[in-house]
């Protein structure tokens, strides 16, 4: 299993242009998350998916969104970047029932370094 | 508004001494606890949990304690190894959340296990 892969690793974005993160998990869990980390913090939810067409809010949902057609992907997508969105860009997974998640935790990708300038 | 706060960004422990990583909290619906481990250009791992209804857990050289009435939790490596040097993060989940999805995160502490 390659577990969740993360692209791209590195992108540098100019104020107002618009990207999608890509995210792929192949462990068939039906739990996705998207995170960003700012430097010295911790990591904040952005958005999470329970499921195929099921997304929803997270803690910091503004300037982004979200689409999950199929178990596998979760991208995210910035439509006018703005330099407020310079991050760590993490994605997640997880299996099961809640209490599956709070024994095991979630999988995270190695993340998505962005820039924007 | 921190609700999770790890006090120390850095810890530095002599090899096979114990680290000790400390957690606060003050949310009193936080019903679960996690601690994730970061190495450099990779993303967190989960290492280990605890349910508030407990005051302890291990996994083989990792054990968490949890002091509810101080709000404090604290993650303890024995024997401490050059591996272990990473990022640790503490996460905690409110039961008003209804399932995982909503954890919150310390800001973590780096821990340097010198040879």
């Known amino acids: 299993n390659a577990g969740v892969t993360q692209t791209p690793k590195f992108r540098i974005l100019k104020i107002g242009q618009s990207m999608t993160l890509q995210c792929t998990q192949d462990?068939?869990?039906?739990?996705m998350y998207w995170y960003r980390q700012d430097p010295g913090m911790g990591l904040k939810l952005i958005y999470y998916?329970?499921?195929?067409?099921?997304?929803d809010k997270g803690e910091v949902p503004n300037g982004y969104n979200v689409s999950r057609s199929t178990t596998e992907d979760f991208p995210l997508r910035l439509e006018l970047a703005a330099p407020s969105q310079t991050s760590v860009y993490f994605c997640?997974?997880?299996?099961?029932?809640?209490?599956?998640?709070?024994?095991?935790?979630?999988?995270f990708g190695p993340g998505t370094r962005l820039t924007v300038t | 508004d921190q609700q999770v706060k790890q006090n120390s960004p850095s810890l530095s422990v002599q090899e096979g001494r114990i680290s000790i990583l400390n957690c606060d909290y003050t949310?009193?619906?936080?019903?679960?606890f996690l601690w994730y481990k970061k190495y450099p250009a990779e993303g967190p791992t989960f290492l280990i949990s605890i349910s508030s209804i407990k005051d302890k857990n291990e996994d083989g050289r990792f054990t968490v304690f949890l002091n509810k009435s101080a709000k404090h939790l604290s993650l303890h490596i024995v024997p401490s190894q050059p591996g272990d040097s990473a990022v640790y993060f503490c996460a905690a989940r409110a039961i008003s959340s209804g399932s995982a999805r909503q954890l919150t995160f310390g800001s973590g502490t780096q821990l340097t296990v010198l040879p």
């Open positions: 997640a997974s997880s299996s099961g029932t809640s209490g599956t998640i709070l024994l095991r935790g979630q999988y």
């Open positions: 998916s329970v499921g195929a067409g099921i997304t």
């Open positions: 949310n009193s619906m936080f019903d679960y």
């Open positions: 462990m068939n869990h039906n739990y």
